[in-house]
């Protein structure tokens, strides 16, 4: 892996530590020792798209976190999670905007030759690939390329 990510969350784990800012300084921790056990567990150092996967599968974490503690009347822990993903977010590229998702759905059912519901497998085999390393939110695609086909 580029040394991009990891020198950036230092880079920032340093600044938070300077400016006595414990809530990006904790963030940081736990982001750092997530990318560290992902290493540790595959033996090599990570590719660019599997650092990108570890800090969004841990904005996924925060937000459904954070959903649930507002569903259980718990307003501060919600917004310290909230808080939480907003960091993290940081290190993720921009999200790919609903215009551009919607070309890549019609080049791809274009491709795929697909006529109809049962043609959803299709649709995907060939979005997918094309979707690796955008953020995504994969519902949102799986609900776009139904409705594309007539399912929704």
Do not use: C, H, W
């Amino acid at each position: 892996m580029s040394d991009s990510l990891p020198v950036r969350v230092n880079a920032d784990l340093a600044s938070a530590l300077r400016s006595r800012d414990q809530e990006t300084l904790d963030t940081l921790r736990m982001l750092k020792t997530a990318l560290t056990n992902k290493r540790v567990e595959l033996m090599r150092d990570l590719e660019d798209r599997e650092a990108l996967q570890v800090v969004t599968a841990l904005v996924k974490q925060r937000k459904d976190s954070a959903s649930q503690f507002a569903a259980a009347g718990r307003e501060e822990l919600a917004a310290k999670e909230r808080r939480e993903a907003t960091i993290l977010e940081r290190y993720l590229p921009a999200a790919l905007d609903e215009a551009a998702l919607a070309a890549l759905i019609d080049e791809a059912v274009r491709e795929s030759g697909a006529t109809g519901p049962k043609d959803m497998g299709k649709v995907m085999k060939v979005l997918m690939p094309r979707l690796a390393g955008q953020v995504v939110d994969g519902k949102a695609v799986n609900e776009q390329v139904k409705a594309r086909l007539g399912t929704a």
